[in-house]
């Protein structure tokens, strides 16, 4: 009987303190899973620090571990993506290298790909203990916009910690988006889904790469990538300070015509100038982020360029 082949893929961005950790973990948990011939692909962001070298030797070493290492760092989600890119495998299952999420949740995402699920994703518990309560306050405040403005309904605390299966990968292959946000894209293409809870792990080594102008940065990509509803509110917000200064013409008319002293209203005039100023120039920030948005993706510029690779199959 032909095995079934599994990618993990694991995204690297200064992580030297954690990549031989995940390894040792990984092998355990494929020695219990003897059906499933697994490889892994680690991709390197742009580490600046001793990852790749680290990486390099340990391919050496193990023939089934490969890396892809970028020219310089894209960003997380488009490593992710040239992870899959390179994938041939039956299923990917794309892991952080921190090991937050623990890889013994593995088997579990194998299970539910063998009973016919093709995406089967992890999200967090509410209650997670190794978070600050202002890092719990900006996720669930992350994932709240999100659902309110985008057509993408996200789990609060959902992860990159999942499985596809080939006909997904497939699928996002063949997405042109320059910039994709995957977690979104995975809940956009539809097929039969499964999502399941996990409590994650405290940091192994290293600091996390998502601050609070991180987070700010993904919800605005989020929010654009999937839903016009930002552009509707500025309409909808132009439509009511509109309809709300009608309110003046009133006051307007009775004091012409019962002599009411009006004064300089210098101040009046200063606050209200400066008030419609800024709403305009909100609004057309709201739009030049789709114009700006537009404007990268015709430039038709690679999601990453690749540095150097032990990898010999063909990009997809």
Same mark, same amino acid.
């Given at each position: 009987?032909?095995?079934?082949?599994?990618?993990?893929?694991? #995204?690297?961005?200064?992580?030297?303190?954690? !990549?031989?950790?995940?390894?040792?973990?990984?092998?355990?948990?494929?020695?219990?899973? &003897?059906?499933? $011939?697994?490889?892994?692909?680690?991709?390197?962001?742009? +580490?600046?620090?001793? +990852?790749?070298?680290?990486? /390099?030797?340990?391919?050496?070493?193990?023939?089934?571990?490969?890396?892809?290492?970028?020219?310089?760092?894209?960003?997380?989600?488009?490593?992710? /993506?040239?992870?899959?890119?390179? +994938?041939?495998?039956?299923?990917?299952?794309?892991?952080?290298?921190?090991?937050?999420? &623990?890889?013994?949740?593995? #088997?579990?995402?194998?299970?539910?790909? $063998?009973?016919?699920?093709?995406?089967?994703?992890?999200?967090?518990?509410?209650?997670?203990?190794?978070? +600050?309560?202002?890092?719990?306050? *900006?996720?669930?405040?992350?994932?709240? =916009?999100?659902?309110?403005?985008?057509?993408?309904?996200?789990?609060?605390?959902?992860?990159?910690?999942?499985?596809?299966?080939?006909?997904?990968?497939?699928?996002?292959?063949?997405? #042109?988006?320059?910039?994709?946000?995957?977690?979104?894209?995975?809940?956009?293409?539809?097929?039969?889904?499964?999502?399941?809870?996990? $409590?994650?792990? $405290?940091?192994?080594?290293?600091?996390?790469?998502?601050?609070?102008?991180?987070?700010?940065?993904?919800?605005?990509?989020?929010?654009?990538?999937?839903?016009?509803? &930002?552009?509707?509110?500025?309409?909808?917000?132009?439509?009511?300070?509109?309809?709300?200064?009608?309110?003046?013409?009133?006051?307007?008319?009775?004091?012409?015509?019962?002599?009411?002293?009006?004064?300089?209203?210098?101040?009046?005039? =200063?606050?209200?100038?400066?008030?419609?100023?800024?709403?305009?120039?909100?609004? /057309?920030?709201? !739009?030049?982020?789709?114009?700006?948005?537009?404007?990268?993706?015709?430039?038709? *510029? #690679? *999601?990453?360029? !690749?540095?150097?690779?032990?990898?010999?199959?063909?990009?997809?």
């Amino acid at each position: 009987m032909t095995k079934r082949k599994a990618t993990i893929i694991i #995204p690297v961005f200064n992580e030297e303190g954690n !990549i031989i950790a995940i390894v040792e973990r990984l092998n355990k948990i494929f020695e219990n899973l &003897p059906g499933i $011939e697994f490889i892994i692909i680690f991709v390197d962001d742009g +580490s600046t620090d001793q +990852s790749l070298p680290i990486l /390099m030797s340990l391919s050496e070493k193990n023939p089934t571990i490969f890396y892809l290492s970028l020219s310089k760092n894209f960003g997380k989600d488009n490593a992710l /993506m040239a992870g899959i890119n390179f +994938s041939d495998s039956d299923a990917v299952i794309t892991i952080d290298a921190d090991l937050q999420h &623990p890889p013994e949740l593995i #088997p579990e995402l194998i299970n539910w790909w $063998e009973q016919g699920y093709d995406v089967v994703y992890a999200y967090r518990k509410d209650r997670n203990i190794h978070a +600050s309560f202002f890092t719990r306050i *900006r996720s669930q405040l992350f994932y709240y =916009i999100i659902n309110k403005l985008s057509d993408v309904k996200l789990e609060n605390g959902i992860s990159d910690f999942k499985l596809m299966d080939k006909r997904v990968i497939e699928v996002i292959n063949k997405l #042109p988006e320059d910039k994709p946000f995957l977690r979104g894209i995975i809940k956009w293409v539809g097929f039969k889904q499964m999502p399941i809870e996990y $409590e994650p792990d $405290e940091r192994n080594s290293g600091s996390t790469k998502y601050d609070f102008n991180t987070l700010i940065s993904l919800a605005t990509h989020g929010l654009t990538s999937f839903s016009t509803k &930002p552009l509707s509110f500025a309409i909808y917000l132009g439509f009511f300070f509109s309809a709300l200064s009608l309110f003046y013409v009133p006051y307007v008319l009775l004091s012409f015509y019962f002599h009411w002293d009006r004064g300089p209203g210098w101040a009046s005039v =200063i606050v209200t100038i400066a008030f419609f100023g800024g709403l305009q120039l909100m609004i /057309m920030g709201i !739009i030049g982020l789709y114009l700006g948005k537009t404007f990268i993706q015709g430039k038709g *510029r #690679p *999601r990453y360029i !690749i540095q150097t690779s032990n990898l010999n199959f063909k990009n997809k």
